[in-house]
T-cell receptor
């Protein structure tokens, strides 16, 4: 069965520094997708980045990159040059190919300090 | 471009009252549609998903139900609300094609059952 684990309930980072948010997953399907979403205090879920299980290179989107280590089943989010606006909840999620379902981790609350 | 609407934005309902939350998607056809619930400070729990009109899959047994009367309309209902139904309800859509895994969320409805 699919499982997503985020072990960091809260993280602090100084403005302009980089931060890594951890995510590990479990699946028996060789074809799957991994996602990161940002949820500000307003509640909206903002899609950040996607990594496919067959993608050879780590996904990047602006200041966001996904450190994909398939053998370790980890998909950590790296935010470079943190900004105050990055303060939010961050959720890791996955879906398996051939299904329409998604599962989400419990989230990590990131606080960027000025 | 595609947009997703949810209403109402906030709702306060007494225990035992009925519920109807509506979600509509614009700018796409044949989307997969989803209802999630997020309890305060928690992750997202998939409640229902739909791959077509009248096709509903339930993930969690509860006193909630979902319907899809039109291609781009998804409704979440209850005949009698419980205190435990309080939470943040998010609707999401995803393109039907398996080549696209990205899921997009609506602004959410914050439900308080008193």
């Amino acid at each position: 069965a699919q499982k997503i684990t985020q072990t960091q309930p809260g993280m602090f980072v100084q403005e302009k520094e980089a931060v890594t948010l951890d995510c590990t997953y479990d699946t028996s399907d060789p074809s799957y997708g991994l996602f990161w979403y940002k949820q500000p205090s307003s509640g909206e879920m903002i899609f950040l980045i996607y990594q496919g299980s067959y993608d050879q290179q780590n996904a990047t989107e602006g200041r966001y990159s996904l450190n994909f280590q398939k053998a370790r089943k980890s998909a950590n989010l790296v935010i470079s040059a943190s900004q105050l606006g990055d303060s939010a909840m961050y959720f890791c999620a996955m879906t398996e190919a051939g299904t329409y379902k998604y599962i989400f981790g419990t989230g990590t609350r990131l606080k960027v300090l000025a | 471009s595609q947009t997703i609407h949810q209403w109402p934005a906030t709702l306060v309902q007494p225990v035992g009252s009925p519920l109807s939350l509506e979600c509509t998607v614009e700018g796409t056809s044949n989307p997969n549609l989803y209802w999630y619930r997020q309890a305060a400070g928690r992750g997202l729990q998939l409640l229902f998903y739909s791959v077509g009109i009248g096709q509903i899959s339930s993930e969690v047994p509860q006193n909630l139900s979902a319907s899809r009367p039109q291609d781009r309309q998804f409704i979440l209902s209850s005949k009698k609300l419980l205190l435990s139904d309080s939470g943040f309800y998010l609707c999401a859509w995803r393109p039907r094609a398996f080549s696209s895994y990205e899921q997009y969320f609506g602004p959410g409805t914050r439900l308080t059952v008193t």
